[in-house]
């Protein structure tokens, strides 16, 4: 089987085995004493994240009183079915489980993200009002910590808490435009947005480009695009040539108007969030633009349904761990983002999500729970994945209000 054209046979297997699952949208002990900052000092210069120094427009550590010492506890709010699960005892978290009994925290872990811009609404009257939401540790798309970080309402991260995290996190995830530095957030896991089809509904033709999903006739009202607007424009501006980390305002409004001709004409049966994924599986959506991991999990009982990475480039994110303004317990909330950063744990994590790992590290450890799966590019992609991903730039508040509030007349929101 073709890796970019459809689920990688290791992941196939391992879906087989039960060691896997997906995200359905769709905490760890201090480890450095006051000794040791000098020389984690010198780390985190090599490896290009400076140290956390003063307040640009978010809580530092030294600005909101961190009751973690105190209080062992930790609120962490997910996305549905983004972490590992014992299939046994679907209550057990096996590795989530272990950092608890390691650091003493105890995780009140709540799958209350379905949406981000659902979620942003729930919490933004607390973050405006200067309050804790409630909530220690948050899981954000890129694109919504970055907005979240630029309004000031997340928390400086201490890099000496995250010795683990500092050392480890991939290079080609440091440079974040959303977080420069990482001052603010670490990836949970990296995302791409790629084409899915279902190959008996489309009577075997492979879907490889959003121009197939915009002007193939026999695709005709059995083709969706998703609500996420940076990952449908993106793709669109992708396949017009356009690099979706540099557009111009000419480039937003010529994506938009190439998928709105689609709409006049009725080639799109819809736009979808994650209920994409019942009428793929059936077949009442031909092709459509999807979430990788969410394919790999249709993939387990239908093999029908492949995916292509295109030819011009697929929109490459992050899901980033970022501690909210005015949270109680930010030591408790790095303690468990530096544990998720340990190679083996990272491995266990991403042999159950089958998402992008960022963790130098875990491939090698992935190799001791499954060989196979190491070398799935899903999970850790070769350089050939590496080179066709591209970011969607990041965008002022004001722009962002200009694109969403046409993104939303595009598609009837």
């Known amino acids: 089987m073709d890796l970019y054209e459809g689920l990688p046979e290791p992941v196939a297997k391992a879906w087989e085995r039960g060691l896997t699952s997906g995200r359905a949208a769709m905490s760890r002990r201090r480890l450095l004493k006051a000794a040791s900052l000098a020389a984690a000092g010198s780390t985190l210069a090599a490896c290009g994240i400076p140290p956390a120094a003063g307040n640009n427009g978010g809580d530092g550590p030294e600005d909101t009183p961190d009751h973690s010492r105190e209080e062992k506890v930790l609120n962490f709010a997910n996305w549905p079915l983004y972490i590992d699960v014992d299939e046994k005892n679907k209550k057990k978290r096996p590795t989530l489980d272990r950092f608890e009994r390691e650091s003493g925290i105890k995780v009140k872990y709540v799958e209350d993200i379905n949406d981000n811009n659902e979620f942003y609404g729930k919490i933004k009257p607390q973050l405006a009002a200067g309050q804790d939401t409630g909530r220690d540790l948050v899981c954000l798309s890129d694109w919504m910590a970055g907005r979240v970080i630029r309004q000031g309402w997340a928390q400086r991260l201490d890099p000496a808490h995250l010795p683990h995290a500092v050392t480890n996190l991939e290079d080609r995830f440091r440079a974040a435009a959303h977080d420069p530095g990482r001052q603010y957030s670490y990836p949970w896991a990296g995302t791409a947005c790629i084409v899915a089809y279902n190959k008996k509904a489309t009577k075997g033709k492979k879907v490889t480009s959003v121009t197939q999903l915009l002007e193939d006739e026999s695709l005709k009202g059995r083709i969706s695009m998703l609500t996420e607007m940076t990952d449908t424009i993106g793709l669109t501006m992708l396949d017009m040539g356009v690099d979706s980390e540099r557009f111009s305002e000419d480039d937003f409004e010529a994506a938009i108007a190439r998928i709105q001709k ?63 303004a005015k949270a109680r317990h930010r030591s408790n909330a790095e303690a468990l983002i530096d544990y998720y950063y340990q190679p083996k744990v990272a491995a266990e994590l991403a042999a159950w999500v089958n998402y992008i790992c960022p963790v130098t590290g875990a491939k090698a450890e992935m190799e001791k729970i499954d060989k196979e799966l190491a070398d799935a590019p899903l999970i850790f992609p070769d350089e050939k994945m590496i080179a066709k991903g591209k970011n969607f730039r990041p965008m002022s508040a004001k722009e962002e209000a200009r694109y969403e509030e046409k993104f939303s007349k595009l598609i009837g929101a």
């Open 262 to 324: 689609a709409v006049d004409r009725k080639q799109l049966r819809r736009f979808s969030g994650n209920d994409y994924m019942d009428e793929l599986n059936s077949g009442d959506i031909a092709a459509c633009l999807a979430w990788a991991g969410d394919v790999v999990q249709l993939q387990l009982d239908n093999p029908d349904v492949e995916f292509a990475v295109p030819d011009r480039g697929y929109l490459f994110g992050t899901d980033d761990l970022l501690v909210p």
